[in-house]
C-alpha cells in the first residue's frame, strides 16, 4: 500500500516593524526550516522589506518567491490577485514542501496574509496551517517613545488611515488612545479629526520605526508640508487624569 502524503506546513511569520532584532526567536528558526519562502511585493516592483528585515534568517539556498499585488481600489482586481496567489502557494505545499509567507509587523493586523489566509482555507482546508505572531508597528513605535499606550480600565483603538479621520469622528465617546496606521495619504484629515475631537492632547508621528531612518514627528501639523514615508503612523492620547503622559 503506498504511503498517505501528507501536505506541507505554510507559517504566518510576522518580521515585526523593521529591525531585524525584533523578529520573534521562533520565526528566525521556522525561517531556516522551510523550503520555501513567500513575499508581498508591488506588481510595480520587486521590492520587500520584510524580506530585507528577516534576510539574515533565511538560508541562502532556500528559494524566495515575490507575490505581486496590485496597488489598487478595484477590488475584482485585488481579490484575483489573493485567488491566484493563494493557489500558486497551495500548489508547492501539496507537493509537500514547507513555505513561510513574510509580513512586516503581526501577520493578521492589517496584513496580506489575512486575504491569503482566507482563500487558502477555502481552496485547501487540509492544509496545516501555524500564524507566529509578531511585534506590531504601533508597539514598537510606543516603545521608542516610551508611551504607555493604555493603563487601568482605558481602551485603545487601531483603525486604518487609509479614509482619513471619518472613524474617529463617527465615535460618540472617544477612546483614551487612537492609532492610525497607513497615515501617510491623509494626515491632514486625521490631524483635523483629532483637533476637532478637543480630547487628545498628546498627538505624535513615527515614521519608519524600528529603520535606521526613524523619525519622530512631534508636531503633525507638519507633515502637511511635507510628504509622509509610506510607512508613517500617528498616535494621539487623551489628558491623563493624574497627570500628563509625557515629562
Known amino acids: 500500500m503506498q504511503a498517505q502524503s501528507y501536505p506541507g506546513t505554510l507559517y504566518g511569520i510576522g518580521v515585526g516593524p523593521g529591525d531585524p532584532e525584533l523578529v520573534p526567536v521562533k520565526s528566525a ?60 502557494i497551495i500548489s508547492g505545499l501539496e507537493k509537500g514542501e514547507s513555505a513561510a509567507f513574510l509580513t512586516l509587523g503581526d501577520p493578521l493586523t492589517y496584513s496580506t496574509y489575512g486575504y491569503l489566509l482566507r482563500y487558502i482555507r477555502s481552496q485547501a482546508p487540509d ?9 506590531t508597528s504601533y508597539q514598537a513605535a510606543a516603545a521608542c517613545l516610551n508611551l504607555p499606550l493604555v493603563e487601568g480600565e482605558e481602551s485603545l483603538m487601531v483603525v486604518s488611515g487609509a479614509r482619513g479621520g471619518q472613524r474617529l469622528r463617527q465615535m460618540s ?16 484629515d486625521i490631524s483635523a479629526a483629532i483637533a476637532e475631537s478637543d480630547c487628545y492632547e498628546h498627538h505624535v508621528a513615527v515614521s519608519r520605526c524600528g529603520r535606521p531612518d526613524q523619525r519622530v514627528i512631534q508636531d503633525i501639523d ?13 498616535i494621539a492620547k487623551r489628558k491623563k487624569r493624574n497627570g500628563p503622559y509625557i515629562d
Open 173 to 188: 465617546r472617544k477612546p483614551e488612545t487612537v492609532v492610525f496606521l497607513k497615515a501617510y495619504r491623509n494626515v491632514d
Open 222 to 234: 507638519t507633515l502637511s508640508s511635507q510628504r509622509p514615508d509610506y510607512w508613517t503612523l500617528i
Open 29 to 88: 528558526r521556522i525561517l531556516g526550516q522551510v523550503d520555501i519562502v513567500y513575499t508581498a511585493a508591488s506588481t510595480k516592483n520587486d521590492y520587500s522589506l520584510a524580506v530585507q528585515i528577516a534576510r539574515e534568517f533565511i538560508p541562502a539556498t532556500t528559494r524566495v518567491e515575490k507575490l505581486h499585488f496590485p496597488m489598487t481600489h478595484d477590488h475584482g482586481t485585488k481579490k484575483r490577485a489573493w485567488r491566484d496567489n493563494a493557489r500558486q
Open 127 to 135: 492544509i496545516p496551517v501555524a500564524t507566529i505572531p509578531g511585534i
